[in-house]
């Protein structure tokens, strides 16, 4: 298209064409155009300069494209009549211009989903006419002075607006209390997974025309104000994944409401109240996490046009009673880790409309519904880990859609089904039940096919007897020996004992679960190998993302380590610890579900070319191992030795806060001081000489590993490097540089972020390597403690700040 020889043309439109290349300049010479639209499409680049100077456009639209650069500075100088700026779906960053302001006759910013970063301009209140803007998926934050939305208070002035969406952005901000200032025209606010943090500002109440408001998953607190009763147009609420505390009342006046989402809060009195059962327009409800204790309301089956009830993960009783056939239109019901007893009702099987049922880690007895079996658009059952009997019942085999089934850990009894769904289901479906038989790939014995012999029923009432009366012998006997041994042996609890304790105390999930969970252990999910297994990124049925260390049952000791592991990790709990999620065990197979870090272990940064820690990304990340340390050596009763400090064993969060992981050799040590010896060796370069040579371990071998790891942390040198041998090792290249030659020690990435105070952070970082030559001395008597170590570097912290603030 020729663009110079249209100067009266209107429109320029090519949205979902396949246009590819760069937006042509010579669209600016258009002089009477009035839109633009090439929305969705394969434009590379950066916007031209030029297109902000025309000054007839009234819309700009750009979305869904792959245009890159910055938004310039003058953007809106020129562009008086621009009502619409649609650049969402693109990767523009640099910061929103304050002279955005300038185009007066704004009425929707359409920017999400690129990578702007800085913080919100607050010259966005001087669009008056603003009525929808969109500033979610980016890199925003809050006012670096204040930490609070401040942009929010000045949208004040915008008279007709409507939608405010800024989530999905690092905001790590609070929401102020005027936002109740708001138009009263505001119907959507959507601020969900922006690390707002903070009290909920009570001025919401007085959005009187809100209809959405979504605020999930941030780092809210504290209570639920009483204005939110005010919002009686309110007709979805997102608040999941919070920790604040919900009195569920304050919602039983809304009439409109059709979406409920709480998860993950705390629900003040733990019950469902009455009232709930009389908002009819629900259409969805989770409350899943809430601390919930109680039986469910009658009413709560008054609620027939629900679509979706998830009440996982509570501690509710009570039994699921017939009138649950009442939610017909049921396509998700989720009663999956509480305490829900009795039979399943058959009348369960007239909700027809049901995809996806989970009822597992229940008290469910009795026999599986036969009525299931006409649930045909059923996807997803799950009754595992309940103590459901019988058989499977063969109507099973008509649920053509189901794709997922599990009723392990059940007392199930009889022959699995083979036909429909039972042809694409394994052996995980099935394990631990009580006498189930059918075809071997389910890993289970065959089904006899002789009829079962009666015998008189004289003769077995005779044997029954005896047999009662032997065995209530046996049972006694056995029972005063035990008494007997247990206060013999009071107080005397063995390591055994600990381990098989912390083993069955600790929440468990099913090998089913985590085998979907890691798409089968798929390559692509492999985040990294160790001495014992692999682990693998994972994502559990609820959504979050977990990492999943799978031990290798071939390698000898990997399922010690595992125990080991149960026992260190279940135990103890500190914000540099990795956390243990929960465990699954079998004689096969044991695996731990972790929390997963995002930013990978601090070995991936330390010995990648993408990667620049500067000097207080690296100092704080080892003040956060020490923590660990000195809450492993000091901080309980019983002294733990990790045994293996080393980059690779130290993980980071999505916020760079380190977590010491992988407990699998370590040491229970009766006190700080307390010795004791090994044969498992740690990672060679690493270890403390007196634990190589004897295998003696103690508390100081821990401070070894880690001034080892100092010293690579800021030489980028791995103390197994080529360049070391018998005649040099990391410790000795570092100490023959100290003090006067340090710089031809330090990692060269690291100088380049030096700036003028450079002189005063070598001296700084001079220091810690005193700490780290300090840790490692050969005479473990000699080395530092932790809380020595852990004093030091939160001092050299202090000094080093005033020269380092442009890094924070």
Same mark, same amino acid.
């Given at each position: ?29 258009? @002089? ?66 304050? @002279? ?29 006419? *603003? ?34 969406? $800024? ?10 209390? @005027? ?20 009290? $909920? ?97 009658? &009413? ?14 509570? &501690? ?18 989720? $009663? ?22 989970? *009822? ?140 098989? $304790? ?28 160790? &001495? ?119 993980? *980071? ?146 000094? *080093? ?8």
């Amino acid at each position: 298209m020729n663009f110079v020889k249209l100067h009266t043309f209107l429109l320029v439109y090519h949205m979902n064409n396949f246009v590819v290349g760069v937006v042509p300049k010579e669209i600016s010479k258009l @002089s009477n155009i009035q839109q633009i639209n090439f929305g969705f499409n394969k434009l590379t680049g950066s916007i031209p300069v030029d297109v902000f100077n025309i000054s007839t456009l009234i819309s700009i639209t750009l979305s869904g494209n792959h245009l890159s650069g910055n938004l310039p500075s003058t953007m809106c100088y020129n562009l008086p009549n621009l009502a619409g700026l649609y650049l969402g779906k693109n990767i523009i960053g640099g910061v929103i211009p304050n @002279s955005i302001a300038n185009c007066s006759n704004l009425q929707v910013i359409e920017l999400s989903e690129n990578v702007f970063q800085g913080s919100f301009p607050k010259s966005l209140g001087d669009l008056s006419l *603003l009525k929808d803007l969109d500033l979610s998926n980016n890199n925003l934050s809050s006012d670096p002075s204040s930490f609070t939305l401040d942009f929010i208070t000045s949208l004040a002035n915008c008279k007709y607006l409507s939608v405010i969406e $800024f989530g999905n952005n690092p905001l790590y901000g609070v929401i102020p209390d @005027s936002i109740g200032n708001l138009s009263s025209t505001v119907e959507g606010i959507y601020g969900e997974t922006g690390k707002l943090r903070g009290d $909920f500002p009570s001025g919401i109440g007085n959005l009187s025309c809100l209809n959405t408001l979504d605020l999930a998953d941030n780092q809210l607190s504290g209570l639920l104000p009483s204005s939110m009763k005010n919002l009686l147009n309110l007709q979805r609420l997102y608040l999941g994944g919070n920790n604040m505390s919900i009195s569920l009342e304050l919602f039983c006046a809304f009439k409109n409401l059709g979406l409920l989402g709480l998860e993950e809060n705390y629900i003040i009195g733990g019950a469902i109240p009455d009232c709930l059962g009389n908002i009819t327009s629900m259409r969805v409800l989770y409350l899943s996490s809430n601390g919930l204790n109680s039986s469910l309301p009658v &009413s709560l089956w008054n609620l027939k046009d629900l679509l979706m009830l998830v009440l996982s993960s509570n &501690s509710l009783t009570g039994s699921l009673p017939p009138e649950i056939n009442n939610l017909k239109r049921l396509t998700l019901l989720d $009663f999956s880790s509480n305490h829900f007893s009795g039979d399943i009702p058959r009348t369960i099987g007239d909700l027809e409309n049901l995809q996806n049922l989970y *009822l597992a880690h229940n008290q469910l007895e009795g026999h599986i519904p036969e009525a299931i079996g006409s649930m045909l658009s059923l996807e997803q059952l799950d009754l595992s880990y309940n103590f459901l009997s019988g058989s499977l019942p063969l109507s099973l085999e008509k649920l053509q859609d189901l794709t997922f089934f599990n009723v392990s850990f059940n007392n199930l009894r009889g022959k699995i089904p083979s036909q429909g769904p039972f042809i694409n289901f394994t052996a995980e479906s099935f394990i631990s039940n009580q006498a189930l038989c059918g075809a071997s790939r389910f890993h289970v014995p065959p089904c006899s096919n002789r009829p079962t012999q009666h015998r008189p029923s004289g003769i077995n009432k005779h044997k029954i007897l005896i047999i009662l009366v032997v065995t209530i012998s046996i049972v006694g006997t056995a029972c005063l020996v035990f008494v007997y041994l247990k206060y013999k042996n009071k107080g005397k609890t063995t390591i055994d004992d600990q381990e098989s $304790f912390s083993l069955f105390t600790h929440k468990r999930i099913s090998y089913y679960e985590l085998l979907q969970a890691t798409n089968r252990y798929n390559q692509d999910n492999l985040l990294g190998t160790g &001495s014992f297994g692999s682990v693998y990124k994972g994502v559990l049925k609820d959504g979050s993302v977990v990492a999943v260390k799978v031990f290798n049952s071939q390698l000898e000791g990997s399922f010690k380590s595992f125990d080991k592991e149960c026992e260190v990790l279940c135990n103890l709990r500190h914000r540099n610890l990795t956390k243990v999620i929960c465990s699954c065990s079998n004689p096969d197979f044991k695996a731990l579900v972790l929390d997963y870090m995002p930013n990978g272990s601090l070995h991936s940064w330390l010995h990648s070319n993408k990667c620049i820690l500067n000097v207080m990304q690296r100092l704080d990340i080892l003040i956060d191992v020490a923590c660990a340390l000195q809450y492993l050596h000091v901080g309980n009763l019983t002294s733990v030795a990790h045994c293996d400090v080393k980059p690779s064993n130290v993980l *980071l969060d999505e916020e760079m806060v380190a977590h010491i992981s992988d407990f699998g050799i370590s040491k229970l040590l009766g006190g700080e001081d307390n010795i004791t010896y090994t044969k498992t060796l740690a990672t060679f370069c690493y270890i403390a000489p007196e634990y190589a040579s004897e295998g003696l371990i103690s508390t100081s071998c821990d401070i070894y590993s880690f001034g080892i790891m100092i010293m690579e942390i800021f030489t980028r040198k791995s103390p197994s490097d080529e360049m070391f041998g018998e005649n040099l090792s990391l410790k000795s290249w570092v100490q023959r540089c100290m003090p006067d030659k340090l710089t031809a020690v330090i990692d060269v990435d690291l100088l380049s972020t030096f700036n003028q105070h450079s002189h005063e952070i070598l001296a700084n970082i001079l220091s810690i390597m005193d700490v780290a030559l300090a840790c490692t001395r050969v005479s473990p008597r000699e080395r530092s403690n932790i809380e020595e170590v852990l004093a030091s570097l939160n001092k050299i912290k202090l000094q *080093l700040l005033p020269y380092t603030n442009e890094w924070h």
